[in-house]
């Protein structure tokens, strides 16, 4: 029995197949996959990475004694159909550990790669395994950690690299820096000098999501402006969620600092901060030391999505970011089915504000998906926070959204 790997590339955001041969022909195969020292986007940050993930299904070989996981389809096990990435996609923690989070952000671990176990069963006895690696952060990457007078960074770069396009990352409303270390180091992976920004939830930052200077982002691009790995020309910007809203503020009241901006779930409109779980009664964005008008949050508002049974937000007049000061190329990502915030009529609003004003000399792209929810991340990685939404069409849309992130990055920087 042979079991090969069918990959053009070793990145953790890029689907893979595997063939297996030497097989019995049309007979009954388990196959297991085991994914080990994992660090899942989708996933609880406090899930401890030791839990090994794991999905099997049963498969048939084919006449001439193979399995090949992109065309055979699974017939019991984790899932059924055949569907390329299924095994992958349908890994789910053996256990929930949790663990606790450090505060500093030299204490946080860094997950460069995390390997993948393929397993061959022939009912109970193992035939075989291949074990390989895939990379959030290629080993050609270097990084290090910054910090600023407000926020703390990790930068993520290319060896060798000069002028460079280098991209922020901001992440949303969970704070701190895993999730966008970890979209980051992706980035970097395929040829920018990027920098994980944590504006809020570290040690040396704010504690809360509540009155951000917007002068965090700033100071982050000046530094990079400054490195000889950096083309000080092609600063991008890319936020999620929260962050998502943050980054839209920066390029409207700071425009002169970022040229392309990929906006991941956001809201067209300034709203109210948090303190943990509770909203905090000021703005979440401060600029020149004044708070910026917000939306406060609404009991009504509230009420009346739960019977409309999908977000609605009635925003202040005041608080729509100003969309027609900014001065970059701007790409809006969003889900009709965000359960957390309106973002697909965000990004109509936003696309409407922008539309009123002639912009020759900049682009602005939507891509609106259907299948999916608030949580847009990394293409391929599991994601079990939908029920309602079948997975192989929300396992599309992350593909779709995700790569549109690479080709907008790569044609506007």
Same mark, same amino acid.
């Given at each position: 029995m042979e079991i090969r790997l069918i990959s053009d590339t070793a990145l953790a955001d890029s689907a893979f197949d595997i063939?297996? #041969?030497?097989?019995?022909?049309?007979?009954? %195969?388990?196959?297991?996959?085991?994914?080990?020292?994992? *660090?899942?986007?989708?996933?609880?940050?406090?899930?401890?990475?030791?839990?090994?993930?794991?999905?099997?299904?049963?498969? +048939?070989? +084919? !006449? !001439?004694?193979c399995i090949r996981l992109s065309q055979a389809a699974c017939q019991s096990g984790s899932y059924r159909g055949q569907y390329p990435m299924g095994l992958f996609f349908n890994s789910r923690p053996d256990k929930i550990k949790k663990t606790s989070l450090p505060s500093c952000l030299e204490d946080i671990s860094l997950d460069e790669r995390f390997d993948v176990l393929l397993e061959v069963f022939e009912g109970k006895r193992k035939l075989g395994e291949l074990r390989f690696p895939r990379y959030y952060q290629l080993p050609h990457i270097r990084w290090q950690d910054v910090s600023f007078s407000q926020a703390k960074a990790r930068l993520f770069y290319p060896e060798k690299a000069h002028n460079f396009p280098a991209i922020v990352v901001l992440s949303g409303s969970d704070g701190r820096i895993e999730k966008a270390q970890n979209i980051a180091q992706?980035?970097? #992976? =395929?040829?920018?000098?990027?920098?994980?920004? #944590? *504006?809020?939830?570290?040690?040396?930052?704010?504690? %809360?999501? @509540?009155?951000?200077?917007?002068?965090?982002?700033?100071?982050?691009?000046? *530094?990079?402006?400054?490195?000889?790995?950096? @083309?000080?020309?092609?600063?991008?910007? %890319?936020?999620r969620s929260k962050g998502a809203e943050m980054a839209l503020c920066v390029a409207a009241y700071l425009p002169d600092y970022f040229q392309c901006l990929v906006l991941n779930s956001p809201s067209c409109a300034v709203m109210e901060g948090l303190k943990s779980f509770r909203n905090s009664g000021h703005s979440s964005w401060v600029y020149q030391g004044k708070a910026l008008?917000?939306? =406060?949050?609404?009991?009504? @508002?509230?009420?009346?999505?739960?019977?409309?049974?999908?977000?609605?937000?009635?925003?202040?007049?005041d608080s729509l970011i100003p969309v027609d000061s900014i001065k970059a190329n701007v790409l809006l990502i969003g889900s009709e089915r965000d359960e957390v915030w309106p973002a697909a009529d965000s990004i109509k609003r936003i696309e409407a504000a922008w539309n009123q004003h002639q912009r020759p000399l900049y682009h602005l792209e939507s891509l609106l998906l259907k299948n999916s929810g608030h949580m847009l991340s990394i293409a391929f990685q599991p994601n079990n926070r939908y029920k309602k939404i079948a997975w192989p069409e929300f396992l599309a849309d992350s593909q779709k959204s995700w790569q549109a992130t690479l080709d907008f990055f790569k044609n506007y920087l």
């Open positions: 063939i297996i #041969s030497g097989l019995k022909p049309s007979s009954p %195969y388990r196959l297991e996959m085991t994914l080990l020292n994992y *660090y899942n986007i989708n996933a609880p940050m406090n899930l401890s990475r030791r839990i090994p993930w794991r999905a099997s299904g049963l498969y +048939d070989s +084919d !006449q !001439q004694g992706l980035l970097a #992976s =395929h040829g920018f000098v990027t920098m994980a920004l #944590s *504006y809020f939830g570290l040690e040396g930052t704010a504690p %809360y999501l @509540d009155r951000i200077d917007l002068a965090v982002v700033e100071e982050a691009a000046t *530094y990079l402006a400054t490195r000889s790995d950096v @083309d000080s020309s092609r600063l991008g910007l %890319y936020g008008p917000y939306t =406060h949050f609404s009991l009504k @508002d509230f009420i009346k999505s739960r019977l409309l049974r999908r977000p609605f937000i009635s925003y202040c007049k």
